[in-house]
């Protein structure tokens, strides 16, 4: 399929995991595709594997990031098509142990970054008549304990996804996929038991209703039909691809 024939796509975080599967699909269907890390260096370092993809650096927890990221893709395309939010933290705590450090450095990562990524490229966006897709989590539709920020970033990323498909109808669609555990760097760690990184995965499959947890590819998959012509009346919504984990007990 190239659906995405020379459009022009940006995916923060692209470096690795969930951001990196959604870069080669882009690229598989024609895109252009800017890839975002926090360096130049990480940016580069990505760019071995993902071959035709340019470089668009910057930490877009910050303002100055967002922009020189977004800065970055329209030099060398000329424009935007698609903005695909995903970069991305994850940290464990509980309130008690939710430090203002902590607390400030997820919400930036999570949430900030949407803002002003978003703010930076929509312009291009708005007369492209492009797509938004903010990877979202499950932990923006189900409250989880122990992870608290996270959560909260989630739940925001998801509401501000709404609340930016309304302000910029009719020129750009914007959705938010709300994945459930997906094998990367960021769910190895953050669900390690005691360490043990394959143990704390494999609890995870076990934690689903499918007794199974996503892949690259599905999350890859699921925001490219989302920021797609196939996808051309779904506007504001929060796809989750759970497993069914957030529509009942099981
Ligand atoms: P990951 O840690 O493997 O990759 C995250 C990417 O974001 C990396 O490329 C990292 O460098 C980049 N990043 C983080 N902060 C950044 C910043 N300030 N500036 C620039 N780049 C930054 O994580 P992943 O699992 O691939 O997660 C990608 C997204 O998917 C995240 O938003 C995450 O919350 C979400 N998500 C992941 C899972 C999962 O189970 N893996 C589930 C639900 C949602």
């Known amino acids: 399929m190239t659906r995405f024939a020379n459009k022009a796509v940006l995916v923060t975080g692209g470096t690795r995991g969930i951001g990196a599967a959604i870069t080669k699909a882009f690229l598989t269907e024609g895109a252009r595709v800017a890839i975002n890390g926090r360096t130049s260096a990480s940016t580069a370092d990505a760019m071995v594997d993902l071959k035709g993809a340019i470089a668009a650096p910057g930490d877009v927890s910050t303002v100055a990031g967002c922009e020189a990221a977004v800065g970055a893709a329209l030099t060398a395309?000329?424009?935007?098509?698609?903005?695909?939010n995903n970069a991305g933290i994850f940290e464990r705590g509980t309130v008690e142990e939710t430090s203002e450090e902590m607390w400030d450095a997820v919400m930036n990562a999570?949430?900030?970054s949407i803002l002003f990524c978003t703010r930076a490229a929509l312009p291009s966006l708005r007369s492209a008549k492009g797509a938004i897709v903010n990877i979202a989590s499950e932990s923006g539709l189900n409250g989880?304990?122990?992870?608290?920020?996270?959560?909260?970033?989630?739940?925001?990323?998801?509401?501000?996804?709404?609340?930016?498909?309304?302000?910029?109808?009719?020129?750009?669609?914007?959705?938010?996929?709300?994945?459930?555990?997906?094998?990367?760097?960021?769910?190895?760690?953050?669900?390690?038991?005691?360490?043990?990184?394959?143990?704390?995965?494999?609890?995870?499959?076990?934690?689903?209703?499918?007794?199974?947890?996503?892949?690259?590819?599905?999350?890859?998959?699921?925001?490219?039909?989302?920021?797609?012509?196939e996808a051309g009346f779904i506007n504001g919504a929060a796809l989750p691809m759970e497993g069914g984990a957030t529509v009942g007990k099981w």
């Open 110 to 112: 999570n949430v900030k």
């Open 144 to 229: 989880y304990p122990e992870t608290t920020a996270y959560c909260a970033s989630k739940g925001a990323a998801v509401n501000l996804t709404r609340s930016m498909a309304m302000e910029f109808a009719p020129d750009v669609r914007v959705n938010a996929l709300c994945p459930g555990v997906v094998e990367t760097d960021m769910s190895r760690a953050g669900f390690a038991v005691n360490g043990d990184e394959a143990e704390g995965i494999r609890r995870q499959h076990d934690a689903y209703p499918l007794k199974r947890i996503g892949t690259l590819e599905q999350a890859a998959a699921a925001t490219l039909f989302l920021a797609s012509d």
């Open 77 to 84: 395309f000329g424009g935007l098509d698609v903005l695909v």
